[in-house]
């Protein structure tokens, strides 16, 4: 069965720093692993999707990777904001997907 | 707004009484995907429909729980005789996917329907 684990579970940091929320899954046949953004009592807004092929993807200030075999991804969010504030959550696609608990993070201005 | 939508967004319930949410997802979406989520959780998958066809359901669907698609369009999912622990954000999520592979589909979600059962 997969497991998916993010640490840090809560994560505060002073605007303008850069970031890295780390994800960790334990089988590695997977077909892709995605990161989403998820305001509070919101739905889950998709940031970035790499595929099982890809070592790495960039959206803007984000950039995530991608280490198969080892089962491991990390999101990098640059020069972090207050609206950057939300609850991050990485998940794995296999027969369907499977989510992290998230790490909640603050950006304090 | 063409994006994927749920109602009610928030329902509170006695104990034992029977619920139904509805989704409607993106029009040209052929997939349809019920989630459940608690409170410091990920979502957790219930069940997917490809157009009318459910095709796959988690074993936290107990019998109680129900869902359908009737044309291939909007979702209900309906529980029965509800319990505190039924106390959760439902999330509906759509996508399009040709053929049958599993898990390579983007998927976008709803605002989610909050159940609260006292």
């Known amino acids: 069965k997969q497991e998916v684990t993010q640490i840090p579970a809560a994560l505060s940091v002073p605007e303008g720093e850069n970031l890295v929320l780390n994800c960790s899954f334990t089988?590695?046949?997977?077909?892709?692993l995605q990161w989403f953004r998820q305001d509070p009592g919101k739905g889950l807004t998709s940031l970035l999707l790499?595929?099982?092929?890809?070592r790495e993807q960039t959206s803007g200030r984000l950039n995530a990777s991608l280490d198969k075999s080892s089962g491991r991804s990390t999101l990098y969010i640059a020069a972090s904001q207050p609206g950057d504030s939300a609850t991050y959550l990485c998940?794995?696609?296999?027969?369907?997907?499977?989510f992290g608990s998230g790490t909640q993070l603050t950006v304090l201005p | 707004d063409t994006g994927v939508s749920q109602d009610p967004r928030h329902k509170i319930t006695k104990r034992g009484q029977n619920v139904t949410f509805r989704c409607d997802p993106i029009?040209?979406?052929?997939?349809l995907y019920w989630y459940r989520q608690t409170l410091g959780q990920g979502p957790e998958f219930l069940t997917y429909?490809?157009?009318?066809?459910?095709?796959?359901k988690s074993r936290l669907l107990s019998d109680r729980f129900s869902a359908e698609r009737p044309k291939g369009s909007f979702s209900t999912l309906e529980i029965q005789r509800t319990e505190q622990g039924d106390s959760a954000m439902y999330l509906c999520?759509?996508?399009?996917?040709?053929?049958?592979?599993?898990?390579?589909?983007?998927?976008?979600f709803g605002p989610g329907t909050r159940l609260t059962v006292l």
């Open positions: 790499i595929q099982s092929s890809q």
């Open positions: 029009s040209e979406h052929n997939r």
């Open positions: 429909f490809q157009n009318e066809a459910q095709l796959e």
């Open positions: 089988d590695s046949a997977i077909y892709n």
């Open positions: 999520a759509s996508s399009f996917l040709a053929g049958l592979r599993h898990g390579t589909d983007t998927q976008y």
């Open positions: 998940a794995v696609a296999a027969r369907q997907l499977t």
